[in-house]
């Protein structure tokens, strides 16, 4: 390189010429001795954000020469808006005095406290609320980010002072001066119980079982070590009795221990949430009874199925309290148009008005066309409080039982449930129903169906068949028809009794007054899909605000928004605040 007069010069390390660059920018010029000191002004502007996961806070601080450091912090706690702008403020405080700024400027969109700070526009402040939403949402940024995990300004606790009088007081008093009540039985029994106890070093201590001493604590005390044994860093949220034996086997004693424990325990908000669903009945069963045929009838969706004959896929099902008898559509949509013609030609076109109809607080159901229908007709709407399937236990029994013969008579082609329905709602009328002791048919047509095998093979009344008898057998049947209903009707109530006999002796009785906060259980449906097996039992807490009826209860929220359904008190559990 030498011969083209080329001087090889190797490059300068890239860092250092940074950090020279940036010395020669941002270095003032000496200035002369006996020159008045001009302080020039420095601009702060901050912003804060808060979301529901945490805050942010931005600060821009500008020089006299326009140049601008970007300064952002994550406040890993909650803060509203106005505590996110006093963290903003404090940061840029600080900032500026490490960077010896004499005089600031401090600019912001909101006005917090009334001091020297110039308030600004929304429009004027883009940069610093830009890098307090970058903050808040924990998404990177080019500049400085500042993780604070904790507020700058802690809130002062006061404590009361408070008489040392407790429990331990005449004890202590006995022990060391030997004072008694003057109250002979109370002299007794407070030095037999004395006989227990013992000073060491000035602490006084219990003879127990479990440890040679036990430390007696004051109230205050006990507290403490109930919440630090209970949820503390060694704490597992355990139970009463276990979280009292914990606390003896650790060396504590006080007369309340095992009762305060429990309160403890019972108050524990992650306790509370976290604890286990009861499986016991809440209240005793309470019979749905029809007073006569086709007066109350319940209504319920099946599906989806298989995609059938003109694309069905649910089923709309509709059954008679007293005679049991069962009235099926296939349907391709659940529209509220479809159900309301179902219950017109299904129900009330053949066999009269009803009186109830019972079903669940689906939308084909509890809205507007089909409540004016009911309303016309003077038809009584009850619906079953939300996720209790129980309240219409007659039709959810009889989805069972027709799901099952489904199952039973499709194979390969399950889309042929559609064709396979007619003979599978002929099989369930035709067939003794329990709580009866008669078929639906009978019940309702007053005569036994005859069934294809007694064509195949053939009965006493096949065989011997008078045709000019036949008429007159039916009608008999008609006038001997209410006596048969009757008949059925006692054995309902028999029916009922003994099932109710044997669920209540489950029940656990779990109820609520008015006013009492309670915990909302967590199904499939409403679950944080996020937090997988590690989500909570309980949502809430709720506030009952009305009986509606035995076991079910109408509900509000902390905000007073109150709760569209009554809830039954199996989906509920009592808070302690």
């Known amino acids: 390189m030498s011969e083209f ?22 270095t003032h010029p000496w200035e002369e001795e006996g ?41 890993r706690f909650r803060a ?30 909101s006005q917090l406290v009334k001091v020297e700070f110039i308030q600004i526009p929304r429009e004027e402040n883009v940069d610093a609320d830009r890098l307090a939403r970058l903050a808040s949402s924990g998404e990177e940024c080019d500049g400085f980010l500042e993780i604070l995990g904790r507020p700058s300004s802690e809130e002062e606790t006061v404590n009361a002072i408070k008489d040392n009088v407790s429990w331990m007081s005449p004890i202590v008093r ?39 001493h036990l430390r007696c604590l004051s109230p205050e005390e006990a507290n403490y070590v109930i919440r630090e044994v209970h949820e503390g860093i060694c704490g597992n949220h355990s139970g009463a009795r276990a979280l009292a034996h914990k606390l003896t086997r650790a060396g504590y004693y006080w007369p309340s221990l095992l009762h305060d424990a429990a309160q403890y325990v019972k108050t524990c908000d992650k306790c509370q949430r976290f604890a286990n ?29 298989p995609v059938g004959t003109k694309q069905a896929k649910f089923l709309v099902v509709a059954i008679d309290y007293f005679t049991k008898w069962v009235e099926a559509e296939p349907l391709a949509t659940i529209t509220e148009k479809n159900v309301k013609n179902f219950v017109w030609k299904g129900v009330i076109c053949r066999f009269g008005i009803p009186r109830v109809l019972v079903s669940d607080n689906g939308k084909q159901f509890d809205n507007g066309p089909f ?40 194979e390969g082609a399950k889309g042929l449930w559609v064709e396979e329905l007619p003979s599978i709602l002929w099989a369930y009328r035709t067939t003794v129903r329990v709580p009866t002791g008669e078929t639906p048919f009978k019940l309702t047509f007053g005569t036994e169906a005859v069934i294809p095998v007694e064509i195949g093979l053939t009965t006493l009344r096949t065989t011997f ?31 009922q009794e003994k099932m109710a006999k044997y669920y209540n002796t489950k029940v ?70």
């Open 5 to 26: 007069d080329i001087d090889y010069r190797p490059r300068t390390a890239i860092k250092a010429q940074a950090l020279a660059d940036f010395i020669a920018e941002f």
């Open 35 to 75: 020159e008045p000191e001009q302080l020039e002004t420095w601009t702060v502007n901050i912003d804060g954000s808060s979301t529901k996961e945490m805050g942010g806070a931005g600060i821009i601080l500008v020089s006299p020469q326009k140049d601008k450091f970007e300064y952002a912090i994550q406040l």
């Open 80 to 109: 509203t808006n106005n505590e996110a702008e006093y963290e903003a403020l404090l940061a840029g405080l600080k900032l500026s005095k490490k960077m010896g700024v004499k005089n600031l400027t401090v600019k912001s969109d």
């Open 174 to 212: 006995y022990l060391k001066e030997g004072r008694l009540p003057t109250d002979k039985t109370e002299a007794r029994k407070l030095r037999i119980r004395a006989s227990h106890f013992q000073l060491l070093d000035g602490i006084l201590y219990k003879m127990g079982f479990s440890r040679p």
């Open 277 to 305: 669903i009861p499986r016991a009945p809440p209240e005793e069963i309470t019979p749905m009874t029809s007073p006569w045929p086709f007066s109350q009838w319940g209504l319920d969706i099946m599906g989806p199925f």
């Open 371 to 410: 409540r004016d229908l009911c309303a016309q007709l003077n038809i009584k709407n009850h619906y079953s409080s939300p996720r209790h399937p129980q309240a219409n236990g007659q039709v959810e029994v009889t989805n069972r039982t027709l799901l099952k013969q489904i199952k039973t008579r499709l």
């Open 465 to 495: 068949h008078k045709e000019e008898e036949n008429e007159g057998q039916l009608r008999l049947n008609l006038d001997l028809l209410d006596e048969t209903r009757d008949k059925a009707a006692r054995r309902i109530t028999l029916y």
């Open 508 to 577: 656990k009785l779990r109820r609520f007054e008015i006013g009492d906060w309670v915990l909302r259980k967590i199904t499939q449906a409403t679950k944080d899909p996020s937090q997988g097996k590690l989500g909570p039992n309980w949502e809430g807490p709720y506030k009952v605000m009305q009986y509606y009826r035995r076991g079910t209860y109408h509900l509000e929220d902390r905000h007073g928004k109150k709760l569209p359904h009554p809830w039954n008190a199996e989906h509920l559990k009592k808070y302690y605040p």
